[in-house]
């Protein structure tokens, strides 16, 4: 095995930039490993020098490639091979960060000949040009005397002899033809008397201000000075926060270059002042002065890396819209897949907005503030439907943004096990884009116009979600042995279980029933408890209102029990009406039962008729604090009666793969 003779030096002479070609793909030792701290990601970063056994450089490794230090797989004086190598000049020293390497392997010998600084040796004029020289490997065991200290073929030769000491690769370059999205870059730096990609930085000249883009592809932790053109595919609504180091405010766009890269950025406190106002979702700005950071993938859903943060001394221009880069790039999934798909996923949906509900007031739990939503019903051409919740400013625009049930594009909403299945629009959702100027709207456009009138199947339950299959079930007594309700306070735990009704608390004073308020629409929507006045009327404190009537909505407990244990769990409005059958309603059975006269046997009849029914429920397990009390509540989200036929049939497929 040999080093690549003069690898150094020609590293340094290919200029400032990202380079990684096949052609030159040098091997070096690695004589000296040091560990220097990242304050800004708290992570180690590793500074090495580079030999060739005759010159040696500084040299950064790249994050990525920590893991090899941590294994043990790069040691000190090991040989690699450098796949792809980035030059920055800080200093007026080049540095040489390593992108991609091989390793070769440990190297026991000690350090590989007598190795120069290949700066000093540079600034002296030591060290030849790389022009037309022949290749020639060094030994490893040392190099003959009678063999030259030159460059082989496999280092730049169209890197010309100059003054400045690390030559200055662009200047003697011809520009080439490329398909390059950027424009032409530098030509091929390596000449084989035939076309080569270029290994130079991919960079293009902005026709307005003429000042060099960095594709988004090509941004790193070692750059300090950058531009970047982009399309602003979506822009958060202003939040503030307040913790002990002070308060201010924030909004996150996301940056979109002709490569189809994108990146997350953040501006914070003036910068929110000063730029939220000038970017527009779609336009196309040029973006400077903002400080990268190793992205966070748990917030963080772009293809980039890294993340950029702005302040108030960015720079940030409208530039011309050339169509160069996309609107956007989607990833869609029908909605039938979603089903499958685990709680918190992120995905892009292409949707008819069959329905928009009412825009929502309400209280966060957790933060106190009051909180704008608006659900959604989307439906596509797998003939099934999900509930979509949109939060903030986007909600209150939505009755007017999606009327008519338009074709929309929803890029990178989060899904939820709540209600079944269901899903939100991120910060990084954009709102949904209203027929998008692609093939697959056109499609589902003429797949609405045939299928409007027909059902589709709802995914998102509105008794609160699908059951589990069967292997998924538990039994009552795990609520108890597994500690559900108790591993989290602020999260509720689910379970499936099959149970027989054993008894229904229905001899509540007035009714198994609590009277709610008569408004149907916001913000009661008939949920609302209201209170009898002494004229007879009933007043709401939700909504202020006096209505002469009330309705009426179920509410008891009752307990179930299968082989295992028993357990209390209560039943509200919906799941009421299911157990009671064909939907029969408080109201319903208050009038014929709670009259003047009263019918107790009738009333009692309604619950004895499905007492010690088997059912399948579906509950939710939530700690709750009754005064000083705290205790462990069921409730029935959803349920069904058990099919016998069906229920025998997944019996013995569990018996035959036991």
């Not at 040696?56 to 792809?84: A, P, W, Y």
């Not at 011809?174 to 390596?190: D, E, I, L, V």
């Not at 456009?445 to 609160?464: F, L, V």
């Not at 559900?484 to 054993?502: E, I, M, R, V």
Request: glycine share 6%; net charge neutral.
């Amino acid at each position: 095995m040999s080093l690549t003779h003069g690898a150094v030096s020609a590293m340094i002479r290919s200029g400032e930039g990202h380079h990684a070609t096949p052609e030159f793909q040098p091997t070096v030792q690695i004589i000296n490993i040091k560990s220097v701290g990242n304050r800004s990601t708290g992570s180690d970063r590793y500074r090495l020098i580079l030999s060739d056994g005759e010159h040696f450089c500084n040299g950064m490794l790249t994050t990525q490639l920590n893991g090899l230090i941590h294994s043990n797989e790069i040691t000190q004086d090991c040989l690699v091979r450098i796949k792809e190598y980035m030059i920055n000049k800080i200093q007026n020293r080049m540095l040489t960060i390593v992108m991609k390497m091989d390793v070769i392997g440990p190297y026991t010998d000690g350090r590989i000949g007598q190795p120069m600084d290949v700066d000093k040796s540079m600034a002296m004029g030591n060290v030849p040009s790389t022009k037309n020289v022949a290749p020639t490997a060094q030994p490893i065991y040392g190099r003959p005397n009678n063999v030259p200290s030159n460059v082989p073929s496999n280092v730049p030769s169209n890197v010309p002899s100059s003054s400045n000491p690390y030559g200055n690769s662009s200047t003697s370059m011809s520009p080439s033809k490329s398909s390059n999205p950027y424009g032409n870059a530098r030509s091929s730096m390596y000449n084989n008397n035939s076309p080569v990609s270029s290994s130079a930085p991919i960079v293009r000249s902005n026709g307005a201000t003429g000042v060099p883009i960095t594709p988004i592809a090509q941004l790193n932790m070692y750059q300090n000075r950058w531009t970047i053109k982009a399309r602003v595919t979506c822009k958060s609504d202003v939040r503030t926060w307040s913790n002990a180091r002070g308060e201010g405010s924030l909004f996150s766009a996301e940056l979109l270059d002709s490569s189809g890269e994108d990146i997350k950025c953040t501006f914070f406190k003036e910068g929110v002042d000063k730029f939220f106002d000038v970017l527009e979702e779609n336009a196309v700005y040029t973006f400077s002065g903002g400080r990268l950071k190793v992205a966070n993938q748990q917030y963080n859903t772009c293809k980039s890396n890294y993340e950029i943060t702005f302040d108030a001394n960015a720079e940030v221009h409208r530039a011309t819209d050339q169509g160069e880069i996309q609107a956007q790039i989607y990833d869609f999934v029908k909605i039938a897949a979603v089903e499958q798909m685990e709680e918190n996923k992120i995905v892009d949906l292409l949707a008819v907005v069959k329905s928009v509900g009412d825009v929502v007031q309400l209280v966060s739990k957790k933060s106190g503030k009051e909180l704008t939503k608006c659900d959604l019903g989307l439906v596509d051409d797998s003939g099934t439907e999900i509930n979509c919740t949109i939060w903030g400013e986007k909600a209150q625009e939505a009755p007017t943004k999606f009327a008519g049930q338009p074709v929309t594009a929803f890029r990178r909403v989060r899904l939820s096990d709540y209600g079944g299945k269901s899903c939100s629009l991120t910060q990084a959702s954009a709102g949904g884009q209203v027929m998008p100027d692609i093939p697959e709207a056109q499609a589902l456009m003429q797949w609405w116009n045939q299928n409007k009138g027909q059902a589709s199947r709802s995914i998102t339950a509105r008794s609160g979600g699908k059951l589990d299959s069967f292997p998924d079930r538990k039994t009552v007594q795990t609520i108890k042995t597994e500690h559900l309700g108790l591993n989290n306070p602020d999260k509720p735990d689910f379970l499936t279980f099959k149970a027989t009704l054993t008894f229904i608390k229905k001899d509540k004073e007035g009714g198994a029933w609590y009277t709610a308020c008569a408004q149907s629409e916001e913000p009661c929507k008939n949920r609302y408890k209201v209170t009898q006045t002494t004229d007879g009327n009933w007043f709401c404190d939700k909504c202020q209102g006096t209505f002469p009537n009330t309705v009426r909505r179920w509410i008891f407990s009752a307990t179930t029990s299968d082989d295992t244990s028993t357990t209390w769990v209560s039943f509200f409005n919906e799941q009421a009406e299911i157990l009671l059958g064909n939907n029969i309603t408080a109201d319903q059975v208050y009038k014929e039962t709670q009259g003047e006269e009263g019918d107790q046997d009738k009333y009692d009849s309604y619950f004895a008729k499905v007492n010690y029914t088997d059912w399948i429920f579906k509950c939710r397990v939530k700690q709750e604090n009754m005064g000083d009390e705290t205790r462990i509540k069921s409730s029935v989200v959803t349920m069904a009666p058990v099919d016998y036929a069906a229920e025998s049939r997944a019996l013995l497929e569990a018996i035959a793969n036991f």
